[in-house]
Nanobody, 118 residues
Framework: QVQLQESGPGLVKPSQMLSLTCAVSGGSITARPYTWSWIRQPPGKGLEWMGAIVYDGRTHYSPSLKSRLSISMDTAKNQFSLQLTSVTPEDTAVYYC??????????WGQGTQVTVSS
């Protein structure tokens, strides 16, 4: 069974870059037909799909975040990462990484709280 674990800073200052990593175990991030997504949930709001990286390295981004978001993978470490630039308090959320199989998400990380504040 695929397991995911997010890691990264819990506090980021406005205008800075947020970087998160998702370590994957129980499966290879380069295995077909896996896609690896980042999803977030701001306080009091629903889940928001941010973007994804496919097993072959192709990326897909939400149009609302495309200008600020980058997702990459490190095959040697079997992990993938998120970088979100120019953060504002509106980026405060619980961030999740998840296995994505044609928009079915069978495995999720436990989530990591990120607060954007000075």
């Amino acid at each position: 069974q695929v397991q995911l674990q997010e890691s990264g800073p819990g506090l980021v200052k406005p205008s800075q870059m947020l970087s998160l990593t998702c370590a994957v175990s129980g499966g290879s991030i380069t295995a077909r037909p896996y896609t690896w997504s980042w999803i977030r949930q701001p306080p009091g709001k629903g889940l928001e799909w941010m973007g994804a990286i496919v097993y072959d390295g192709r990326t897909h981004y939400s149009p609302s975040l495309k200008s600020r978001l980058s997702i990459s993978m490190d095959t040697a470490k079997n992990q993938f990462s998120l970088q979100l630039t120019s953060v504002t308090p509106e980026d405060t959320a619980v961030y999740y990484c998840a296995l994505d199989i044609n928009w079915y998400f069978p495995s999720w990380g436990q989530g990591t709280q990120v607060t954007v504040s000075s």
